[in-house]
């Protein structure tokens, strides 16, 4: 199949987990990886070498493991930093995951009464809720771009939403429901046009496209390390430092500060301010493996393996009746996600039938409600492919949804 990684079967055994039998003797078919990625061997073996030789806290302890540990940590931000082509390693923040890097920026962008905010109806929870309390919270205006019958944004009235006065433009590079890849540059631009701050929410983008934060236009791009083979509990936020060193701080405590007195503290620089207390320090070594592991078969590589893996996977789709896909129909123009119903069967009842023959795949509402809402429906099914994912994968699932319609005695 033209796109497949040519190595897919050496990369498949650097991650075990993919080498499961589970109950009823099915090899596991992982179906899953845009809810969470799974983990290579190499970025296993960091994060146990760190927790076994070189485990102490950062920036404080006056000792070599303080001093590895510290350097370990400070690495996985040069690593991040490279992967972005961020201008200044300064730039990158640690969180504990995407939302948090959202609700960061939510809470520390100045806005006031008659200020207006520019989401989608496409976003996840984590770009929808921080938006709405920063806007309650200021006396600010929520706006939105809507979605097209085709899953694409409505940019029709893009004149109407970006007018001065628009201090925050918030979007997902690709949707986590309907696989949908926006135009975001040409977002930025003409969101800049108007002096609004641009905030990308690349959870889905980062594991499967090139990112160059200085090509795109962002002020801000947010991703989370469990979605590109590294491990939960770090999050980043990349920003513009001109803008990170005029925030405020997010939240407080050790680290985060220059001086404190009983009346006064003032704030470390960046990236520290926004780094407050003991941060996820294995975890940033793990996130650093992985984006070296993922840099070395190269993101160009991986994305057009996702485009193959999900151009058969929609022809897949297709050929089963009773199926309606959520979303682009054209593989190049999406993510690897992809949400589909199947006619006459609950979603939570596909998922289980799968689950059953060993398929993982995802089922409800995918931190999307209002996605899901403009297409008239309450949740979905979603299969999610990534840089390990086969064909003979997907010719498990459409055998197992049609096992499913046979079960469930429809279509």
Known sequence: MDGLLPDLDVIRKDFPILERTLDGGHKLVYLDSANTSQKPQVVIDAMVDHLE???????????????????????ARDTVAAFLNAPSRDEVIFTKNASEALNLVARTVPLG??????????????????????????????????????????????????????????????????GTINPVAEIARR?????????LDASQAAPQLPIDVQAVGADFVAFTGHKVTGPTGIGV?????????????????????????????????????????????????????????????????????????????????????????????????????????????HPHDVAQLLDSRGIAVRAGHHCAKPAHRRFGVQASTR?????????????????????????????
């Not at 030789?53 to 690495?75: D, V």
């Not at 969101?191 to 905030?199: K, L, P, Q, T, Y």
């Not at 999610?384 to 499913?404: F, M, Q, R």
């Open 53 to 75: 030789r070189h485990n102490a806290n950062i920036a404080r302890a006056m000792h070599q493991l303080g001093a590895e540990s510290t350097a370990a940590f400070e690495g």
């Open 113 to 178: 009464p008659g200020d207006r905010v520019v989401i989608t109806e496409m976003e996840h929870h984590s770009n929808i809720v921080p938006w709405q309390l920063a806007t309650e919270r200021a006396g600010a205006e929520l706006r939105w771009f809507g979605i097209t019958d085709d899953g694409e944004l409505d940019l029709s009235n893009i004149d109407e939403l970006l007018v001065p006065g628009t201090k925050v433009v918030a979007l997902t590079w690709v949707s986590n429901m309907l």
């Open 191 to 199: 969101a800049h046009e108007v002096g609004a701050v641009v905030v």
């Open 237 to 345: 936020l990349w920003g513009r430092s001109e803008l990170l060193n005029a925030y405020p701080p997010f939240l407080g405590g050790g680290e985060m500060i220059a001086t404190v007195t009983m009346e006064k503290s003032t704030w470390a620089p960046i990236p520290h301010k926004f780094e407050a207390g003991t941060p996820p320090i294995v975890e940033a070594v793990g996130l650093g493996a992985a984006l070296d592991y993922l840099s070395h078969i190269g993101l160009d590589a991986i994305h057009a393996h996702e485009v193959a893996i999900t151009r058969y996977l929609l022809a897949g789709l297709a050929s089963v009746s009773g199926v309606s896909v959520l979303g682009p129909l054209d593989a190049a123009r999406r993510g690897g996600a992809v949400s589909f119903e199947l006619a006459g069967v």
């Open 383 to 411: 299969a999610s492919s990534y840089l390990y994912t086969e064909p003979a994968e997907i010719d498990a699932l459409i055998d197992g949804l049609e096992y499913t319609k046979s079960y469930f005695k429809v279509g």
